[in-house]
Nanobody, 123 residues
Framework: QVQLVESGGGLVQAGGSLRLSCAASGRTFSSYNMAWFRQAPGLEREFVAVMSRSGAGTYYADSVKGRFTISRDNAKNMVYLQMNSLKPEDTAHYYC????????????????WGQGTQVTVSS
């Protein structure tokens, strides 16, 4: 079992930056691929980025490529999402997810989810 708690969201102006954090419980954190998703009101949950267990592999949605960076610290059971050059269309509730066997962009394939943190980007 893995419990995930996100933090770091807030209100930022367009062009600004935020760093989201996700704290994971459990001794098996390094066994999971870790991902970030986001969901805006009235829209489906959208894949943002994923990092493999060791951190060697990453995959990003085209909409955030070059602006967002996912990272993890297996010693601290943490995963991060550094978001730069934020745009109003990045406004959403951001979720951290853990997948034991899956590495990809399908939200249905992840095993554990946090409650999320809100990011609002003003124009």
């Amino acid at each position: 079992q893995v419990q995930l708690v996100e933090s770091g969201g807030g209100l930022v102006q367009a062009g600004g930056s935020l760093r989201l954090s996700c704290a994971a419980s459990g001794r098996t954190f390094s066994s999971y691929n870790m991902a970030w998703f986001r969901q805006a009101p009235g829209l489906e949950r959208e894949f943002v980025a994923v990092m493999s267990r060791s951190g060697a592999g990453t995959y990003y949605a085209d909409s955030v490529k070059g602006r967002f960076t996912i990272s993890r610290d297996n010693a601290k059971n943490m995963v991060y999402l550094q978001m730069n050059s934020l745009k109003p269309e990045d406004t959403a509730h951001y979720y951290c997810a853990a997948g034991l066997l899956y590495f990809g962009g399908s939200s249905r394939s992840y095993d554990y989810w946090g409650q999320g943190t809100q990011v609002t980007v003003s124009s």
